[in-house]
C-alpha cells in the first residue's frame, strides 16, 4: 500500500521561506513522476510543480516561477520544495502526488495523494 505523507507547512510572514518535504513508502518513487499541487478554500486543487523520475524536467506555474524549487531524493522517497519569497496569495493545503505520467501537471495524472499538509502566509 502506497503512503504519502507531507509536513512542513506553518505560518509565516510574507517575504519568508517554507520548505515542504513529502515522504512516500510502500513503492519506491524511482521511477514515477512527483509534483507538488495546492488548494485554497472554495478553489479547485491547482498545480504548482513536478519533477520527472531522473531529475532532469522540471516545471512550475507561472505564479512560482522563480519563487518555488521541486527537488527529490529517489534513495530516501523523499521530494521537496523549497517555497522562498511567499505571498499571502500561496495559502492553501499543499499536496504531494505521484504519477505513472511524464509530464504530469493535472491533478487527474496522479494516482495517489497525501493528506496535505497547510501553508499560511499573511501581509
Known amino acids: 500500500q502506497v503512503q504519502v505523507v507531507e509536513f512542513g507547512g506553518g505560518s509565516v510572514q510574507g517575504g519568508a521561506s517554507l520548505r515542504l518535504s513529502c515522504e512516500t513508502s510502500?513503492?519506491?518513487?524511482?521511477?514515477?513522476?512527483m509534483g507538488w499541487f495546492r488548494q485554497a478554500p472554495g478553489k479547485d486543487r491547482e498545480f504548482v510543480a513536478r519533477i520527472t523520475w531522473s531529475v532532469v524536467d522540471t516545471a512550475y506555474s507561472d505564479s512560482v516561477k522563480g519563487r518555488f524549487t521541486i527537488s527529490r531524493d529517489n534513495l530516501k522517497n523523499m521530494i521537496y520544495l523549497q517555497m522562498n519569497s511567499l505571498i499571502p496569495e500561496d495559502t492553501a493545503v499543499y499536496y504531494c502526488g505521484i504519477s505513472s505520467k511524464w509530464s504530469a501537471t493535472r491533478a487527474s495524472d496522479y494516482d495517489y495523494w497525501g493528506q496535505g499538509t497547510q501553508v499560511t502566509v499573511s501581509s
Open positions: 510502500g513503492r519506491s518513487i524511482g521511477s514515477y513522476t
